[in-house]
Structure formats: C-alpha cells, structure tokens
C-alpha cells in the first residue's frame, strides 16, 4: 500500500532521513518509533506530501506521492501531532468541509453523520468546535482525516494528552479502520499503548531505518507462546528444539518465548509432551507482544552495529 | 460550490455582519445626501468611492490575507494543504470568500456611486466603478499574495498588523491610482494618444489578473504542486513592456527605441531579483537539490527547483548583453536610460554581487539575520567605504569598491568581477559548512 524507496530528507548541516527504504502492507497498523529527533515527523510529512525529499520516492496506492501530492491526498488522511480545527464552526460544518476538500462525491450528510456516529460525535454537530473538550477534539480532526475513507490514515501523536479512557477508545477506533481494510501508520512515544493495535514495528534513529519487522506470528497459521519452567530450562528447551513447528526459540532465564506453527491442536499436543516430559512447567500461554522489549533490543542491536 | 469559498462563507458572511456594514452604509449616504447643499449628486458620490476604498479596498485587503495567516495561527494550515482541493479552487475560494461582507459593502457603495449620479447614461461613472472593482480586486490579490510569501518564510505567523499595514499602504497607493485617471489628458503609450481613464480601468484590470495569478502560482508552491518560472518571466517581460510604452513613445526610430527597452529591461529584471530574492522565501537546501537533481540528469526536477530570482537575475544579463551590443549601432544621447547602454552590464554584475551576498549570509550561523546583515554589508559597500576613501583622496581605491558605472563600464564590469569571485568564494565555503551534512553522499540513485 505505501512504497518507500531510498527516501532522503536533509535540514542544513542535517540528514533527517537517510536512504529510508520500507514497504506498509494492506491492512497493517504501523508502530513507528524511534528517540526524539529521529525523523519520524519528517517521514509521515514526506509520507503525505507535505515536504518534498532531497531524493527518493514515496508511492501510496500506485500515486507517486512527490510527482501528484493532490491526487495522492485523496488516498490519504492525516493527523499532525499540533493540529488545529476551525474554531467557530460547527462540528457538522468541519465534517462536511473536509468531505468536500477531499472529493467526497455526492451528497456529504449520509458521510458527515456515519463519520460523526464511529466517533461518538453525533449528539454534538450543531457544536461549534471551539467549545469541545481535548479528546472530543482530537476525535473531530481524526474525524475529519477518515471522512473521505482514505485508504491510508498518518497519524502522528494521536494519542498525546488523552486520558486512558479516550486512549482505549482510540485503540478501538484503529482496529476498526484496520478491518475496514485501511493501511494505519502511527508514531507514539507511549509503546505500551502502541500494542494495542500495531501489527507491525517501524524504528528509525537518527534519521535511519533500525529495524521493520512484523510483530507477533508471521501468519494466521501462526501463534507466538510463552513458557515458564521451575528449574532448570535444558530439558524444556531440548524438548522444544528436538520437536517440528516451533521456530523463534529465545530463553532468558527460566522463561522461553517461541512460535508454533498450528492451531489449537498443536498446542494441546505439545502442552501434553511438555507435562510427561516432567520439565518442571509453571505456565504456558499465548505471549502478549511486548513492543518496549523488542523496541529496547532493536536498539541496542542498532548501538552495537554503529 | 467550491468547498473553501462555501467554508469561508460559513466563516465570514453571517447575517449580523451583512445587516449592520449595510445599514452603516446606507445610514452614511442618506445623511450625506440630507445634509448636502448640492443635493444627491454631490457628496454622495464622494461618500460612496471613499466608503467602497476603505471597506472593499482596505479592509477586503486585510481580509484576503488574513484568510492564509488565520490558517497559520489557528494550525489549519496543513489540514488545508492535505486536502485534494486544487491550488486554483484554493486561491479563488479564498480571495472571494473572506472578503466576501466587504465585496457586498463594496458593492452597496458602488450602487449609491452610479445611483448618485446626474448624468445616467454617461460613460464616465461606469469606467469609475469598473476602476474601483479592478483597483479592489489587484489590491486583495497582492495581500493573499503576500500573505502566502509569508506562509512560504514562516510556519509562525503571530501578527495581523504587517497584513493591516500593507493593506492600508495598497489601499493609499489605489487612490492615488484613481486620482490620475481623473485627469482628462491623453495618455502617450507607444506613441498612441489613449484616453487616460479607460487605459487606467485596463492597465489596473490586467495588473489585478497577474496579481490573482501570482497568488495562484504561489498556492501552487504551498501545496506542492511543480511549477516552473516561466509565468515569473513574462511578468517581468510584461513590466517592461507596460513601463516601456511611456518611455520609447516619443521615439520613432525602432534602433532606438529597442535600446530604451533592453536598458529597462535590466532594470526591471534586476528589480525583480532583488525584490523576489528579498521577499521569498530562500529554501537554503535550493542549490543541494539542484545539484542532486543535475547529477540525477532530472532536467525537469532542475527547471521546477530554480529560484525565480536567479532566473529574473539570467534574464537581466541577456538584456545587458544586448543592451551593449545596440549601443554599438551609434551615439547615446536620447534619452537618459538609453544612454545606459553598456553600463547596463555593470549594473547587472552589482545585481550579482549583492544576491551573491544574501545567499552566503543565508547560509551564514543566523540564517534570519541573512537581510539586515546584507542590507548593512550593501550600506558598507555603497556608502560609507567609499565615501571614507574618497574623503582621504583614495580615489582610485574607491572606485574599486565602488566601480563607476557610466564613465567605464568596462573597467567596472572587471572590477566587479573580481568583488562576485570572493563573494562565491565566500558562498562556497559558507555552503560546505553550514549546508552539508557531515559525512555524507549526496543521494541520486532513485529519483
């Protein structure tokens, strides 16, 4: 869905992006992270054309982002991390205007009040937006980035000052848009909240690529289990190893992460193996991904490469 | 309906607001007529073109360029340029939406202007009331236009008093415009005698059309869309033309008159220069990505990327070229900017020397600074330097820095030559410091 190649972006005196080279697949919701300064702003506003690249390309949907930025706009919805809304118009009023600057066709109110009803907005159109709360706004300009029904949403920060309520809410809102068949790229500094939703981790530093990776299974086929041991974790490893379908095995201490190839059969059958075999297990369940470990381990990979 | 203009509708043209600058209108000319001894066709037609100056000219101004840094100040602006809207349904929804209560202000005043008037079927007031639309339109253009240079200079827009300022001095400007055309003299354009108000109600239409089209083209570098400085050059080819026909009209040899427009046309173009190279915005990674886009063999990338101002500055060397080749053809004594002749290549290299400037200081460690520092670096150079060396008989060391254009324009053009190398020199090396990255490649594979 959005094709980045060799995309290099320069401040004077300053490579922000450097020879960045990425594929988002259909569907995915990108986590993309990285330390202040990284580049990650610059990347969604070249994702978006708002800033043209030193070099590179940017293709959202088969549209060459640098050469057609209008005809690109349509395919994409975006949320600044400092947006503003028009404050004295109302809440219909800012829908109907973004349905219209993005080429809605047709009559915008069935759109206006679809859009209004995902976001919880319905009961406020006649609101002028200069009088809604943080998290109603913030639900109005996202509001306003997804009434076109982009095929790809850029949002940068969207979860910055929202209490955790408004946070679950948003997480809800992404997954919903990610069943809708929409392409999601978020950056965020708060990765716990990013694992709500992410299927996929983008880590820049520096203004380089670290490291693009799918997060949890490979595949729906896939699943990605964690097992805790007693005592020793030789023989519950030796076990693991010896058997066929578990991939990724990584211990720490008397803890082993792996991935299983099958479904829940397979995972019955290798429990029973794990219980005759008397390896001393304490749990075994399906792992939550932990964005901040595998965030925390990208980079330092990344330190000891540089 | 073009969404920006119904958006600046909803914004703009509430009811309260028709209904209160309409009644104070109507209030103004009904008592203007009531108290006038001269009845209806006296005051009140004076009343009416000061009342449509100061709403639709002045107040339309500073609302046209506010409708771009209400977008900055209010952080819009991106969700604005993330639209699919296209530059010119940007630009016109805009120009006519904001300023949409003072065009029917505007228009009130213009109604009481032609309805004042004793005469009904003379010509004469419609010609008025076309200039007042024109001179309108062209003064709300140049705000929206300036308004977007700012824009391309600055994301932090705090201020809505440079756009009241400027808006007061257009709308200054504009009835000083109206007040010529008042006269009933012929004017001399290319040794035509053409009525002086319906020339007036022309000249200022196309000026208006070119100011709309400025503010579109600079939309279109907000939005990102590719533009290339063609539409840059036939405005100042337009300028040079327009000034030109006042001055060769008396002239009927075509020698001559070719000599007065290739000498205005350095003038001109390097006007042009300084005032695009000064006002706009001086993206500092210009000439990085110019480069990157040659070694990439980008023709195209190259021609979008070029500042306008180092095009006008091209431009003004062809003329100063041909300027020194048709002095050649005999004496200059005609008129004063004919008799430039070769000392229009001297003017040229100045143009180039002081640019030179601008863009080394704009690469220098306070890159916000570049103007005054060169503004005080020009004071230096054309003032007190050689003011001081003269004033210690160092005549022969002032005229290096301050070379004579007319008495030796060769020798001039030599030595100012020599000031452009160690200015390039200068923006060399200010380029390799400030401007590249440590360290790096350029980058050109893929473009």
Known sequence: ?306 | MNPEFQRNLWLEFTMQRVLTLCGTLLALFVLTGLFDAHGPGGMVPIAALAAFVGVAVAWGGHLAGESVLDELRDRTWDQQRMSALDPWSMTWGKLFGATSVAWTGGALSLAAYLGAQREALSLHPWLVAAACVAGAVFVQGLSLLGALTLARRSKRVKTVFGSRVAAALLAIGWAYLAGIARGEDALDWYGIAWPRLPFTVVALALFAAWAVFGAYRMMCEELQVPTRPWVWLTFLLYVTGFIGGFLVGELADPLRALRVLAALGVVVCCGGSYLAAFALYRDPLVFRRLVTYWRAGAGRRVAEEVPVWAVSLALAGVFAVLSTLLALGGPLTVTKLESLGPATLPVWLYALRDLCLLVAFGYGPRPERAEVSTLIWLALLYWLVPGILKMLHFTALAALVLPPVIEAPYRASLALATQIAVCAVFLAASYRRRIVPPATQLPGATL
């Open chain 1, 1 to 306: 869905m959005i094709t980045v190649r060799g995309l290099s972006f320069e401040y004077p005196g300053k490579r922000a992006l450097d020879d960045v080279t990425f594929t988002l697949g259909r569907g995915s919701i990108t986590a993309l992270v990285g330390p202040n300064g990284a580049g990650k702003t610059t990347l969604m506003r070249c994702l978006c054309g708002l800033e043209r690249p030193l070099a590179g390309e940017v293709v959202v949907d088969g549209i060459d982002v640098i050469e057609e930025p209008r005809a690109s706009h349509e395919k994409l919805g975006y949320l600044s991390d400092f947006f503003g809304l028009y404050a004295e118009l109302t809440v219909a009023q800012c829908l109907r205007y973004a349905a219209a600057a993005n080429h809605v066709p047709g009559d915008a109110g069935p759109r206006v009040a679809a859009t209004a009803a995902r976001l919880q907005l319905a009961d406020r159109l006649d609101q002028a937006a200069g009088t809604l709360s943080r998290g109603l706004r913030q639900r109005l300009a996202i509001g306003q980035a997804i009434i076109h029904a982009p095929r790809v949403l850029v949002l940068d920060e969207p979860a910055s000052g929202l209490d955790p309520e408004a946070r679950h809410a948003l997480a809800a809102l992404f997954r919903e848009l990610q069943a809708d068949g929409m392409t999601l790229l978020v950056s965020s500094h708060i990765l716990a909240e990013l694992e709500e939703y992410a299927t996929d981790m983008l880590i820049l530093r520096d203004g380089r690529l670290v490291e693009f990776r799918q997060l949890g299974p490979a595949h729906a086929g896939q699943r990605q289990l964690v097992l805790r041991v007693a005592g020793d974790p030789a023989a519950a490893l030796a076990l693991l190893r010896a058997r066929s379908g578990i991939d990724g095995i990584e211990a720490q201490s008397r803890e082993i992460a792996f991935t299983l190839e099958g479904g829940d059969e397979a995972q019955a059958a290798l429990l029973a193996a794990l219980v005759t075999a008397n390896v001393g297990l304490v749990a075994f369940t399906e792992a939550a991904p932990d964005l901040q470990a595998s965030y925390l381990r990208s980079m330092r990979g990344a330190d000891l490469v540089s």
